[in-house]
């Protein structure tokens, strides 16, 4: 193996010129193998993280690096001014795992946020010829980091220090109707949620909540707009999550595990929508759809089928929930556990001195990665490859955590 250099000396270099936009864990990943990763001193950990829900084939799946290898050996960029195979193909999965009937390709989650948000504006313009439109979005809500996915994001701490953001924005209780039909009226053209909140806390949208905002959505000729970043592409159990709510967005955004690591996000819209919104000259993007991403893209489609990747989700989310389910009833710490498939939170008691970035610190000297989510709980979003015996391990480990911390 490569002569690698110690994480010390990598820390103090990343001090140097890197800006310090994120509080990071002092540790220095160097490779990956299946579901484990390795830091420069070549300790191995145990990955529930995933990349922040990325890597869902974890990392050095054959296939699909022989996929972006092929591609390499092609052409890595053409531009959107022409065509290339990868992108269309890539399209028609996407299309057909959506329901959706037209593809926007574009490099992260924000960005096709941003376009969404643009689809949104130019489709209640083209109808009211008027530009006083709003937005219903929710507290707690993520939707990333550019200026209008930000405008749009439910956290004051976020957005203070970039206002003004975008007008016409409100913010709406999540799970709680009552509180977006408050904030509707007739100049509101969609209503933007994730399915389920991530990086707030992981709160799954309740089956009613969601069916009475398509209604409201129905009568009034309002978008609605799924973020499925996080929660999509597979990670479930279904390729959407709202494809467990009997329900269908105008509009939705992906990113995350659509690359399983290869930078690239999307939205999709409805055919009515697609034929009355952005047009020639609307919108658009240099390396958007570009075919080193596409054709890692439509290698994550047929790995999934030909791994049956869904049903993996399935089941081992069923052992996950129940593992998890059995810490809440056993440690004060947890109050409770919420989530859906292979994206689970729990949640941590505020009666105790306890944070979650401490928990997690202690977990990764352990050789186990778990995120953070919202103010104070524990987030779980491994490779959607993961198996049981890994899953009995990181509880394990987890066990370990805590009783190292002394806490109970
Ligand atoms: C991660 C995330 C985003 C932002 O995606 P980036 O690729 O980081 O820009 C937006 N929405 C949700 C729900 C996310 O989880």
Request: some cysteine; overall charge negative; glycine content about 10%.
């Amino acid at each position: 193996m490569q002569h690698s250099q110690d994480s010390q000396s990598v820390l103090t270099q990343a001090q140097d010129v890197l800006l310090k936009t994120y509080a990071r864990y002092p540790f220095v990943i160097e490779r990956g193998e299946g579901v484990f990763l390795y830091d420069t001193d070549n300790n191995a950990y145990l990955d529930f993280g995933a990349g922040i829900a990325v890597s869902g084939l974890g990392y050095q799946h054959k296939d699909f690096n022989e996929a972006i290898q092929q591609q390499i050996g092609k052409v890595l960029h053409t531009s959107n001014l022409y065509y290339n195979i990868p992108s269309i193909t890539a399209a028609q999965k996407l299309c057909r795992a959506s329901g959706m009937a037209k593809i926007f390709w574009t490099n992260s989650g924000t960005e096709a946020n941003e376009g969404a948000i643009k689809v949104a504006k130019k489709y209640a313009f083209l109808r009211d010829k008027h530009h006083k439109h709003n937005i219903i979005a929710f507290k707690n809500g993520f939707h990333g980091r550019s200026l209008g996915a930000l405008s749009i994001t439910g956290n004051t701490a976020y957005q203070e220090p970039f206002k003004p953001l975008l007008d016409g924005i409100r913010f709406a209780d999540f799970n709680e109707i009552a509180s977006v039909e408050r904030n509707i009226d007739s100049q509101t053209c969609a209503i933007f949620l994730e399915t389920i909140q991530g990086e707030g806390g992981i709160t799954p949208a309740k089956k009613d909540f969601l069916t009475k905002i398509r209604k409201i959505c129905d009568e009034n000729d309002i978008l609605l707009i799924l973020d499925e970043i996080q929660c999509g592409m597979g990670r479930t159990g279904k390729m959407f999550a709202w494809q467990h709510y009997d329900i269908l967005p105008d509009i939705f955004s992906t990113a995350k595990a659509l690359g399983c690591g290869l930078p690239v996000g999307a939205f999709g819209v409805s055919e009515h929508v697609a034929n009355s919104s952005l047009g020639v000259g609307d919108h658009g993007t240099t390396y958007g759809g570009n075919p080193l991403v596409c054709a890692g893209v439509n290698a994550v489609f047929d790995i999934f089928e030909r791994e049956n990747i869904l049903a993996n989700v399935e089941s081992s989310a069923k052992h996950l929930i129940c593992v998890l389910d059995s810490l809440v009833e056993e440690y004060t710490i947890f109050t409770k556990r919420q989530g859906l498939g292979l994206l689970q939170g729990m949640w941590i008691t505020d009666k105790q001195e306890c944070k979650n970035t401490e928990i997690i610190s202690q977990a990764l000297k352990n050789g186990l990665i778990i995120l953070p989510a919202g103010e104070n709980s524990l987030r779980f979003a491994p490779p959607l490859i993961i198996q049981k015996e890994h899953i009995d391990k990181m509880i394990d480990k987890l066990r370990q955590t805590l009783r190292e911390l002394g806490l109970n």
